[in-house]
């Protein structure tokens, strides 16, 4: 009987640390998100909210950058405002809005990427644990500053009345040239004091007014609405905005420090700001600019809320729609 001498096949046994079930498009790992769709979806709302609301930064911040050229009266939100379109038209609102654009994107691709995950390690299963939200809150607001505080300096140089750079580039240049690469971070000790509780009160008071408002309507807290994330973006950033403007207007000063007439600073430390301020101006001096300021930060939270939100809903439906 004739055998079959053609070659015969036996399947290779896999490698050891072969594993099927993992593939280059690993499931979400929170939220039914991927780690890049947290970062786009973040930087998205970043930058809608800074863009949109960029022309009452300009105002806040030439309320604040007082100087030894400038008078310590009393200037309200009218008058800046009254004096910038008569002075400088339109357009003097939004000197520097290229840099918060080079800034904001990044900074808050990195801000909720790192909000999300840390959420998710801390709360440990628990979507009502306000601590594990603030935490995750201040460790996010921590590493995006790190990111988004050398921007933020240009933005403000550029943003002051008779500002000497010419853009975003040209204040760079100079900056490095005539103080230092460390003069883009002599305000971050204070940013980062300044927004650790700002944005622990901010994420712990959003959570909880989202949970509060979908309460009310029980029917649509599997399908939370826009109006929900808006109104509690606006309560969460106007009460954190009010708490924290004295050590914004500490972060104004060093950051345009020099520039305009403001006063140049021994050293970034917030005691010694704090302490000229006081002597120059009294206490109302640590308060300038609040109202532009919660009138940045309660809109602006909720743009920024309702948008990062939007935009997860958009990703947890395109990731659905793959299943």
Same mark, same amino acid.
């Given at each position: 009987?004739?055998?079959?001498?053609? &070659?015969? =096949?036996?399947?290779?046994?896999? &490698?050891?640390? =072969?594993?099927?079930?993992?593939?280059?498009?690993?499931?979400?790992?929170?939220?039914?998100?991927? =780690?890049?769709?947290?970062?786009?979806?973040?930087?998205?709302?970043?930058?809608?909210?800074?863009?949109?609301? =960029?022309?009452?930064? !300009?105002?806040? !911040?030439?309320?604040?950058?007082?100087?030894?050229s400038c008078s310590v009266q009393s200037i309200g939100v009218r008058q800046t405002l009254g004096s910038i379109l008569k002075l400088e038209g339109p357009s003097g609102l939004y000197r520097g809005i290229a840099a918060m654009g080079l800034g904001a994107g990044p900074a808050h691709a990195v801000y909720f990427s790192v909000y999300e995950l840390s959420k998710q390690v801390l709360s440990r299963g628990d979507p009502n644990n306000s601590m594990a939200h603030a935490a995750s809150g201040v460790v996010a607001t921590i590493t995006s500053d790190a990111v988004f505080t050398p921007m933020d300096m240009v933005k403000q140089r550029l943003q002051l009345k008779n500002s000497p750079y010419k853009g975003v580039a040209d204040c760079v240049r100079?900056?490095?040239?005539?103080?230092?690469i460390g003069a883009f971070y002599a305000s971050y000790r204070t940013t980062v004091i300044m927004n650790a509780p700002f944005t622990a009160v901010h994420f712990a008071t959003y959570e909880a007014a989202k949970r509060g408002l979908t309460e009310l309507s029980p029917d649509t807290s599997n399908d939370e609405r826009l109006v929900v994330h808006a109104t509690a973006g606006a309560v969460a950033g106007a009460l954190a905005a009010a708490v924290t403007t004295p050590l914004d207007v500490v972060k104004t000063q060093l950051q345009c420090q020099g520039v305009c007439g403001c006063d140049r600073?021994?050293?970034?430390?917030?005691?010694?700001?704090?302490? !000229?301020?006081?002597?120059?101006?009294?206490?109302?001096?640590?308060?300038?600019?609040?109202s532009p300021r919660m009138l940045f930060h309660a809109p602006a939270a909720a743009i920024c809320w309702s948008t990062y939100e939007a935009s997860k809903t958009f990703f947890q439906q395109l990731n659905s729609s793959y299943k």
């Open positions: 009987m004739a055998t079959d001498a053609s &070659p015969q =096949f036996r399947p290779v046994p896999p &490698p050891p640390d =072969f594993h099927p079930e993992i593939s280059l498009s690993q499931s979400p790992a929170h939220d039914g998100l991927h =780690f890049w769709q947290f970062m786009i979806a973040g930087s998205i709302a970043g930058s809608v909210e800074h863009m949109a609301m =960029f022309p009452v930064d !300009t105002l806040k !911040t030439r309320m604040q950058a007082i100087g030894a100079r900056v490095l040239m005539e103080e230092g600073f021994s050293s970034s430390s917030i005691g010694n700001v704090i302490q !000229t301020i006081v002597k120059k101006d009294g206490y109302r001096g640590l308060m300038r600019g609040w």
